[in-house]
């Protein structure tokens, strides 16, 4: 079993910046791409931004050249820098990871969410 552990949501103001951690631990072999989604209220779950095993990143429109995605694979863990946020940034953001168990089956988790808040 693979367990996520998500940090860095809160309160801040439009303009302001968050960094949000997701950390994987577990028997782990192997990790593949690393993504955040989000979910607003009323509003489905979507993509924020991926990124592969070999850096390979993308991002959805709303996103470009204000967040950045990043990733240490030594401690399998993926970031997510947010700058300039706007209201519409608000939602409960989840990090989901995909790769492979010491036993070579193949793991889909998702993190428990974190809350980000952008006030106007």
């Known amino acids: 079993q693979v367990q996520l552990v998500e940090s860095g949501g809160g309160l801040v103001q439009t303009g302001g910046s968050l960094r949000l951690s997701c950390a994987a631990s577990g028997a782990i072999f192997d990790i593949n791409d690393m993504n955040w989604y989000r979910q607003a209220p009323g509003k489905q779950r979507e993509l924020v931004a991926g990124i592969t095993k070999s850096g390979r990143t993308n991002y959805a429109d709303s996103v470009k050249g204000r967040f950045t995605i990043s990733r240490d694979n030594a401690k399998n863990t993926v970031y997510l820098q947010m700058n300039s946020l706007k209201p519409e940034d608000t939602a409960v953001y989840y990090c989901?990871?995909?790769?492979?168990?010491?036993?070579?089956?193949?793991?889909?988790?998702w993190g428990q969410g974190t809350q980000v808040t952008v006030s106007s």
């Open positions: 989901r990871v995909r790769g492979l168990y010491y036993s070579r089956a193949v793991f889909n988790s």
